[in-house]
C-alpha cells in the first residue's frame, strides 16, 4: 500500500524566512510524486510532478526536488500570499489513483 | 472554460436523508474522481472512473455510489446519510494516464453536514 507522510503540519514563517516542507513516501514503483496548493474555501490546485530521484522543477519562489524515499518543497523568501496547504501526493504502478499525504499549512507573516 | 463544476456548495441534511453531488467536467477528461477531505486530514479517495460505463471503489466507498453515464458527468449519491460523512467532498478529472501526467483538476468543493 502506497504511503505518503508529510512535516511539518503547520509551519509559521515571516515574510522572507527561506524553508522547506517535507514529503516521505512508500510506493511501488514510482509512476509521479504531485505538489499541489490548496487555499481555504478551494480546491486542490497543481504546482508540480517529479517522476525520478534527482529531477528538480521551479516556479516563481517554489522549487521541488526529489530523492528515492522524500521530496521536498523548499520556498525561498516567502511572501504572504504563499500561505495556504501544501499537498504532496504519489501514483505508483498499482495504477491510476492517487495517494495524498494531510498536508502542510504554511502562514507567513507579513 | 469551466473546468470542473460541482453543485451543491454547501448542503445540510439530516441522518438518514439521501443526496446527490452533481460534478461535470468540460475539458473531456477520461478520468474522474470523488474525494472527501476531513479537517487537518489529507484527501481520501471515495470512488473513481476510467471512462462513460466504469467505476470502481476508492479506500473509502462505504455509504456511497456513483454512475457515470456520460464523459461530462460523474455524480455521487449518499444513501442514509451518517454523521461520519460530514466532510467536505471534492470532484476531480484529469486526462489519459499513460500520458505520464496524471495531473488532477479539481472543482472547488461541496461542504456537506449531516445532523
Known amino acids: 500500500e502506497d504511503q505518503v507522510t508529510q512535516s511539518p503540519e503547520a509551519l509559521r514563517l515571516q515574510e522572507g524566512e527561506s524553508s522547506s516542507l517535507n514529503c516521505s513516501y512508500t510506493?511501488?514503483?514510482?509512476?509521479?510524486l504531485f505538489w499541489y496548493r490548496q487555499d481555504p474555501g478551494k480546491g486542490p490546485e497543481f504546482l508540480f510532478t517529479?517522476?525520478?530521484a534527482g529531477e528538480e522543477k521551479e516556479k516563481e519562489r517554489l522549487k521541488a526536488t526529489l530523492t528515492k524515499k522524500e521530496s521536498f518543497l523548499h520556498i525561498t523568501a516567502p511572501k504572504p500570499e504563499d500561505s495556504a496547504t501544501y499537498l504532496c501526493?504519489?501514483?505508483?504502478?498499482?495504477?491510476?489513483?492517487?495517494?495524498f499525504g494531510e498536508g502542510t499549512q504554511l502562514t507567513v507573516n507579513p | 472554460n469551466a473546468g470542473v463544476t460541482q453543485t451543491p456548495k454547501f448542503r445540510i441534511l439530516k441522518i438518514g436523508q439521501s443526496m446527490t453531488l452533481q460534478c461535470t467536467q468540460d475539458?473531456?477528461?477520461?478520468?474522474m474522481y470523488w474525494y472527501r477531505q476531513d479537517p487537518g486530514m489529507g484527501l481520501k479517495l471515495i470512488y473513481y472512473?476510467?471512462?462513460?460505463?466504469?467505476?470502481d471503489k476508492g479506500e473509502v466507498p462505504n455509504g456511497y455510489n456513483v454512475s457515470r453515464s456520460t464523459t461530462e458527468d460523474f455524480p455521487l449519491r449518499l444513501e442514509l446519510a451518517a454523521p461520519s460523512q460530514t466532510s467536505v467532498y471534492f470532484c476531480?478529472?484529469?486526462?489519459?494516464?499513460?500520458?505520464?501526467?496524471?495531473?488532477?483538476?479539481f472543482g472547488a468543493g461541496s461542504r456537506l453536514t449531516v445532523l
Open positions: 476531480a478529472s484529469s486526462g489519459t494516464v499513460s500520458s505520464g501526467a496524471n495531473v488532477l483538476t
Open positions: 510506493v511501488s514503483g514510482l509512476r509521479g
Open positions: 517529479l517522476y525520478s
Open positions: 501526493a504519489v501514483r505508483g504502478t498499482s495504477g491510476s489513483r492517487l495517494t
Open positions: 475539458m473531456n477528461h477520461n478520468y
Open positions: 472512473s476510467v471512462g462513460a460505463g466504469i467505476t
